[in-house]
């Protein structure tokens, strides 16, 4: 029988378990059947350190519970915050549905009594009219007897120094007559407007155009072209003879010649048309709503410092290339380049991307007249990739589209920059009889694509000259005014693109759809002088965000048209006063002089609102819900 060593009690190596592992009540047990000193402090020391990994949770718990006490709190201080202001909306909501039926009310009311006057004023005209041919009687007679009388010799009479006596008592009434009629005009502290002698053609009211001395038109008027030769057109001054296959230079020059910059739009006719932010929004798919943005000007040290943060371009090389333009831009091969390398070599996707837009927006809606050359103040917009979105890039689009117009408009500018395809996609879009116009099979209103792809180019054979007396000739028919109506599937109509003001961009631009209301179904009325010096970009942006405010101003005078091109009676006999409807001159007339267009209706014409009361309109309803809206 072979002898068994003795062992100690406690916790053998043999049986060594991991006390880490065990409960607290097996922890317990075997401090109860261990009996050596080692064994007890190894439990000891494992129950304290559990002990406190315990207290350090409890505590956390406690900080989460207090946390998540403090956002229940701050929620339902928010939800009440939220609730009344809830209740607010619903008041004004019930203050303006009350407001509006009183206005619709009254309306219909005075448009009565306005028809009422309309007959008492045509009655005092004729009455007038009689009492001036019996008054005019002696007048005639008292005009014959005086030429009779001037015919006969007059007799001057010398006096002793031989020298013709003079009749000064009659010189000094009139200066005093004179004086007194001055007196009683000059108004004290109110200085009047000086109003320039009427151009032959139009305007006639100098006080609106006020730029029409250095206008294209008045030199068109009179013979005079931009360019001396067989091609007066402009040139399309953006991606060089690229563009030649995109846009007709002819078309653009003819509209291009009858733009206003102190109105914002084009002076047809019939009336006044521009671009709007909806005709933007469906030709382009830009989105209208969001912040302006309004870039500064960058120097050769500054573009080479923003593309070696946003383009991942070493900065020497990118000094190169913008001491090369002398200046702050890339060329567009540059950045193409740029958008290779950083896209296929370095898998750089964030700075392949902001080379990409960059490049897009320098070859469209911020086309520039150096040709192949991109702006590099655009590229902050792109610093945060996730915020693009944020900004009114429908705006932005129009915004410089409408500043090459004004430079364009000039009679010393020889060429156009900006994005003309929108606005030759634009003129197809509005006039289906001019240009030659051509489709490219796409279906825009059911595939969701942007209008504009609905057109591709197609070779005019008209020359700018041709162009003039065509224009000088459309109607009001020959307009489809609301042409985007089968596609507000894909963009439906926002109320925004009626807001009147300045938009601020690359400059400050007025933006006046006052003056196009039939672009928006709406009658068109006299519309108010166009607004002063634009405002601080604060103020701007103020009346961005309150756009409401502009847009109930303008659509509370107006209601929706009842046929196309449908206007006040009044509209035309205004506008022909204050703008130059025709570009090329007629024929002389008998005098000699140019004849000017006036619009005169007659008087036997009965217009239909003066004999009956308009009907309530249903469509004052949906006016009504959209601006609730």
């Not at 402090?41 to 406190?52: C, K």
């Not at 009211?205 to 029409?212: I, Q």
């Not at 006299?526 to 634009?534: C, G, R």
Request: aromatic share 10%.
């Amino acid at each position: 029988m072979e002898h068994q060593p003795k062992t100690e009690p406690g916790l053998g190596s043999t049986d060594q378990r991991n006390l880490e592992a065990m409960s607290i009540q097996e922890l317990v047990s075997v401090l109860r059947t261990a009996f050596l000193t080692e064994d007890y402090d190894r439990v000891e020391h494992v129950l304290v350190r559990r002990y406190n990994r315990l207290q350090t949770e409890i505590l956390h718990l406690q900080e989460k519970f207090e946390l998540e006490k403090l956002t229940r709190f701050q929620a339902e201080e928010d939800l009440k915050k939220k609730e009344e202001l809830c209740e607010r909306g619903k008041r004004a909501q019930n203050n303006y549905e009350t407001l509006l039926k009183e206005v619709k009310k009254t309306s219909l009311a005075e448009r009565k009594k306005n028809n009422e006057l309309v007959f008492e004023l045509r009655k005092l005209k004729k009455k007038c009219v009689d009492d001036s041919n019996v008054l005019s009687e002696p007048a005639n007679k008292r005009s014959k007897f005086a030429e009779g009388a001037s015919s006969s010799p007059v007799a001057r009479i010398r006096g002793r120094d031989g020298r013709i006596r003079r009749n000064t008592a009659n010189r000094e009434e009139f200066g005093q007559r004179q004086a007194d009629k001055a007196d009683e005009e000059v108004v004290p502290g109110v200085q009047e407007p000086v109003v320039q002698q009427n151009w032959p053609g139009g305007p006639i009211d100098t006080s609106l155009l006020t730029r029409y001395a250095d206008h294209v038109a008045r030199y068109i008027w009179f013979g005079q072209e931009r360019h001396q030769g067989p091609k007066p057109e402009l040139r399309i001054a953006s991606l060089g003879a690229k563009l030649a296959g995109w846009v007709d230079p002819q078309l653009i020059s003819a509209f291009v010649e009858r733009w206003h910059p102190e109105t914002s739009s084009f002076h047809m006719p019939f009336g006044e048309m521009t671009i709007t932010l909806d005709d933007v929004a469906c030709l382009l798919h830009l989105p209208v709503r969001g912040d302006f943005y309004t870039p500064l000007s960058v120097t050769m040290e500054e573009a080479a410092t923003l593309a070696a943060e946003l383009l991942g371009v070493p900065y020497e090389s990118a000094y190169a290339e913008t001491s090369g333009q002398r200046g702050g831009y890339f060329t567009q091969q540059w950045l193409y380049e740029c958008y290779q390398r950083q896209h296929n070599i370095y898998r750089r996707y964030d700075c392949a991307a902001r080379a990409y837009m960059l490049m897009l927006v320098g070859c469209t809606i911020f086309t520039n007249k150096s040709y192949t050359r991109v702006d590099a103040k655009w590229l902050p917009m792109f610093r945060d990739l996730s915020t693009c979105d944020k900004y009114s890039w429908g705006s932005a689009a129009l915004i410089c589209l409408y500043d090459n117009l004004n430079d364009a408009s000039m009679f010393t500018y020889k060429a156009i920059a900006g994005y003309t395809t929108l606005l030759q996609c634009w003129i197809h879009e509005y006039f289906p009889s001019l240009g030659r116009r051509a489709e490219s099979g796409l279906n825009c209103d059911e595939s969701g694509f942007p209008r504009a792809m609905r057109w591709i180019y197609k070779q005019g054979k008209m020359k700018l000259p041709n162009y003039r007396p065509v224009m000088d000739a459309l109607t009001s028919s020959d307009v489809i005014w609301c042409p985007f109506d089968s596609h507000r599937g894909s963009i439906p109509f926002d109320l925004v693109t009626c807001y009147s003001g300045y938009l601020r961009g690359c400059t400050v631009v007025r933006y006046l759809p006052e003056r196009c209301l039939r672009q928006f179904g709406f009658i068109q009325y006299i519309p108010p002088p166009p607004p002063p010096q634009a405002p601080a970009f604060v103020d701007i942006d103020t009346e961005w965000v309150d756009n409401h405010v502009s847009v109930d101003r303008i659509l509370q005078s107006t209601r929706p048209s009842t046929y196309a091109a449908e206007a006040t009676p009044d509209y035309l006999a205004w506008y022909c006063l204050v703008s130059h409807p025709r570009v090329c001159r007629p024929v002389d007339g008998p005098q000699g002089a140019p004849p000017v267009p006036k619009y005169a209706p007659l008087e036997d014409d009965l217009i239909l609102e003066d004999v009956l009361p308009v009907p309530d309109d249903p469509r004052l309803d949906a006016i009504a819900s959209a601006l609730e809206r």
